[in-house]
């Protein structure tokens, strides 16, 4: 059977965005990347933002066996990078950082199997508004011994020459807890003995994430919309 491909995409507010994805973005990886299907997973209005736990419903949601994607819906692969990078094999126990932040993280898009993310519990699930649960992931990924590999970062390579990126309507703010986010997974977390690191990592993620799918939409063909309150 043909290995299938599935893009997660963490969304709430980005109906433009999506849209400009389903209609140019979608039609261009179906030309590389055969056996694909879209997973837009919508946080219901009510809380903050959390990329994390949404990205870990997404995964739970997909099929076991499947190449997992989180795909940020603004960022918009270029054809030879389809064809070059999105297709490469993974290894059985590794995570492929195909577009990633200047800041060593594993956020952006990525691509790995749901066994990979087991090992590692996925994201935390208590990372609310924007930024730090991807580094939180890399932190998660390199205790557990995963093997990264990664292509395109912001600050090694001309980034336009691979995607097209459409955040610029997006305001981020760094909250006071996001800041404190950011001094534990940059500062503190390395410093951690390794049964502390491990409590972390098994404390929070896939292990006890809870939430409630309250609709699911077939958008397209092979693109179905789920909306869930966390």
């Known amino acids: 059977m043909e290995q299938k491909h599935i893009m997660i995409i963490p969304y709430r507010d980005r109906k433009k965005q999506l849209d400009i994805f389903l209609e140019k973005t979608f039609p261009r990886l179906k030309q590389y990347l055969n056996n694909i299907e879209i997973l837009v997973v919508e946080q219901a209005d009510g809380k903050p933002f959390n990329r994390g736990k949404v990205l870990n419903i997404g995964v739970k949601e997909s099929d076991y066996d499947s190449y997992l994607y989180t795909h940020d ?4 692969p270029h054809r030879h990078t389809i064809y070059n990078i999105y297709n490469k094999e993974i290894d059985e126990k590794g995570i492929m950082g195909i577009y990633t932040s200047k800041h060593n993280t594993l956020g952006g898009i990525i691509k790995f199997k749901k066994k990979t993310f087991e ?3 996925g994201f935390p699930n208590n990372f609310w508004g924007w930024g730090m649960e ?13 093997k990264i590999n990664k292509h395109i970062r912001q600050d090694t390579l001309p980034e336009n020459d691979y995607f097209t990126v459409n955040d610029k309507d997006i305001k981020r ?7 404190k986010k950011h001094n534990f997974v940059y500062l ?3 410093k951690l003995n390794n049964m502390q ?3 972390n990592v098994f404390d929070n993620g896939l292990n006890n994430l809870e939430y409630k799918i309250i609709k699911q939409e077939q958008i397209m063909e092979n693109v179905k919309k789920i909306t869930v309150e966390i």
Do not use: S
Request: hydrophobic residues 40%; aromatic residues 10%; without cysteine.
């Open 73 to 76: 819906v603004d960022v918009h």
């Open 119 to 121: 090992i590692i519990n």
């Open 134 to 146: 991807d580094k939180a992931l890399q932190n998660r990924a390199e205790f557990m011994e995963i």
């Open 173 to 179: 703010v760094l909250t006071e807890d996001a800041q």
């Open 188 to 190: 503190e977390f390395p």
């Open 197 to 199: 690191k491990y409590k």
